[in-house]
């Protein structure tokens, strides 16, 4: 039977965290491009010269967070991020480990938070073992 190796809480902090990082827009606030309230608003901003992002300190703690994770759990993370987006099925839940530790050997934890689709993935990836975050 499939289990998962890293906490459920763990992943809903994460999912959270994504969020914050995905829902990062510029404002269309005054561009005419709306109807309707158009006042400032408060965003996240990106910088001229600045690497995407290098300036959003919630995304570099999304890295630090799966940097600080072992590799089994790292592993799971991986595939419920390719369960929850489809490229696995549940039953085949064992493939999914070996293809995400063969991918985790590779790579550094950037690589992981680039989806803005990645909280609905995870969440998905939860629901197939049973789990939320509710």
Known sequence: MAELRISTDKVCAFIEAAR????KVPSTAGDRT???EDSKTVTIEDYPG???FDSDGRRRELIEFVAGLNVEEQTDLLAL???GRGDYEFDEWDAAL??????????DPDYMIGDAALPQFLGDGLE????SCD
């Open 128 to 131: 197939a073992f049973g789990k």
């Open 50 to 52: 600045e690497a995407v």
């Open 34 to 36: 709306t109807t309707g």
């Open 81 to 83: 991020i390719w369960l």
């Open 98 to 107: 070996v293809e995400a530790e063969a991918r985790i050997a590779a790579r």
């Open 20 to 23: 914050e990082v995905a829902g």
